[in-house]
């Protein structure tokens, strides 16, 4: 695919062995991108993800199982990124975990744990391929937020800390990037319909004696004015347009694509 647009590049995308990373990884490598993948699976499974992909989009696709919460295993994951391609062109920060609870009974270690997979991996990847951007003035960091990046919701305090974080982090990597060819974006997603939020959609369910199919449409309505779920293939689309050209002055931005949920 020699004239793909994104031929030649290389993109990092953590979490992407499922959910809104896989969609992501799968549209950025039918533009052409080799991948690195990373993410937690069952062997095999990730074996025919990657040749997958290699076999759809005529690209080359590696995979590192780098712990998110673990900075020496991020440093690694880079590493192993930088020898197997050179350089990373694209990194997409979107490795992430939810845990529900009020404050007041809100496991320590889980909010340990969001904090560091939600938001500390994205400093630690950003900075270690900063220098790998810079040597080629080039770069495309993408940071997989949330509506929860921009409002609260109850139960949430370690996942909309950290969503709020991160987005404060994309500002100040823009803004220091900002005379380069290096751009920081946020996508803030409304509901998707992933294992982290089928896991709120059984306890929905299980709490209120509904169906799979009537909690669902509970909770995207609750919150979600279209009432529909966006879906990765939306979200990898709108990443394959932060990469293009047309969108180097998008800077700093923090796009919602979220059915509606925080025009209200
Ligand atoms: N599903 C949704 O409605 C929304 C999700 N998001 C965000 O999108 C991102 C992806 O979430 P989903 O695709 O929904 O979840 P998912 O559960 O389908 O995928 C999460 C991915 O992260 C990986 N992962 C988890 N812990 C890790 C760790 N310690 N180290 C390395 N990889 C790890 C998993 O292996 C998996 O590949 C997260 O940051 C999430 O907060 C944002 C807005 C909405
Ligand atoms: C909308 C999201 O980011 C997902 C969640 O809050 O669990």
Redesign the pocket.
Known sequence: MQNAPLHGKTALV??????????IAQALAQQGADIVL????DANEIKTLQAALMRNYGVKCVHH??????PT?IAAMMAFAAEQFGKVDILV??????HTETIEDFPVEKWD?II???LS?AFHTTRLALPMMQAKNWGRIIN?????GLVGSVQKSA?VA??HGIVGLTKVTALEMAHTGITCNA???????????QKQVDARAAREGLSDEAAKKDLVSEKQPSGE??T?QQLGALAVFLCSDAAVQVRGAAWNM?GGWTAQ
């Open positions: 953590t979490g992407s062995t499922s959910g809104i990373g896989l969609g990373n993410g937690f699976g199982p780098a712990d998110m919460s673990k295993e920060n979107n490795a992430g975990i939810q744990a560091a997979i939600n991996s997989i937020a949330s509506v929860h996942y950290a969503k996508i803030c997603p409304g509901w998707v319909l992933t294992p982290l939020v779920f966006v990765p979220d």
